[in-house]
């Protein structure tokens, strides 16, 4: 049974991708001394995702990553289903990838090239010609306010510079949903509002859908749907204002 949201099911618009998960649970096999012992991360997820933009809130180790990771089947479900426009993140993995951008709190992880331009011409190089990519590249770059980065060691740069261009490298390939774990990590103020504004341009101008895991809860508030994980499992499905209400509530209860 998928449960849905409690907003409209086509306010994302027509023809945007339905994302959802129904009964799907995520787990682990603990070698013990006893022999092995299903340690569950993920339980009974159930969700439709039709809004432009989510946010996942939650405490450290509460599951966020791993169900953002379920989107483009860098994590596989050990029961249940999930769908991303229709099709599984596992058993299609091209093309689900082909719609899903993927931007890890570590842009260490994703970041292979030498230099910001190299990567991004990376990411274009099934797109755009040889002859045009550098330049491709660096409007990307410039898009997000870094064109003067375009040519520095990514191991020189500072954290959160890194993280700008690990999202510039997944925004040069277009998806139409766009996953981003902690997003804000690592940046500064001005940066995280340039954030703010980029996400909410690319969901009204390239009708992007968004979805974002965060310890922030100022930041959450931009989005128009949260979802409170807690022991893996979603507790909690609301406007964010409530959502982070709750979440609050959740943590006190469970420090007194
Ligand atoms: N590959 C794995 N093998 C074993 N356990 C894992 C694996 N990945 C995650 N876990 C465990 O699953 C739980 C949820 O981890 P997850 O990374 O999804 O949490 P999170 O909510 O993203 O936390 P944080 O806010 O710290 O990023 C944690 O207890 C973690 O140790
Ligand atoms: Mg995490």
Redesign the pocket.
């Known amino acids: 049974m998928i449960v849905g949201g409690r907003f409209a099911p086509d306010s994302a618009g027509e023809g945007a991708p339905e994302i959802s998960f129904a009964e799907v649970s995520v787990g682990?096999l603990d070698d013990t001394p006893t022999g092995d012992v299903y340690?569950p991360?993920?339980t009974d997820v159930n969700v439709t995702l039709d809004e432009p933009m989510i946010a996942i809130i939650?405490?450290?180790?509460?599951?966020?990553?791993?169900?953002?990771?379920l989107f483009n089947g860098l994590?596989t479900a050990n029961s249940g289903r999930v769908l991303i426009d229709g099709l599984d993140p596992v058993e299609q993995a091209k093309q689900v990838r082909s719609r899903v951008g993927f931007v890890f709190?570590d842009p260490a992880a994703q970041l292979v090239m030498p230099t910001p331009l190299e990567d991004i011409e990376l990411s274009l190089r099934k797109r755009v010609p040889k002859a045009q990519r550098g330049a491709a590249a660096l409007a990307v770059l410039e898009e997000l306010g870094i064109a003067d980065l375009a040519d520095r060691s990514v191991y020189e740069l500072s954290g959160g510079q890194r993280q700008l261009v690990a999202l510039a490298a997944v925004l040069a390939v277009d998806p139409q949903i766009l996953v981003l774990?902690?997003p804000t990590t690592l940046l500064d103020l001005r940066n995280k509002e340039k954030l703010r504004r980029l996400l909410a341009d690319l969901v009204v101008s390239r009708g992007v859908r968004v979805i974002f895991?965060t310890?922030d809860l100022d930041f959450a508030g931009l989005a128009d749907r949260a979802l409170v994980?807690d022991s893996?499992r979603v507790v909690h499905d609301s406007a964010p204002a409530e959502a982070t209400r709750m979440y609050r509530e959740l943590i006190m209860s469970d420090s007194s």
């Open positions: 682990v340690r991360i993920l939650g405490a450290n180790g509460s599951g966020k990553s791993t169900l953002l990771q994590v709190t774990d902690e895991s310890h994980v893996g």
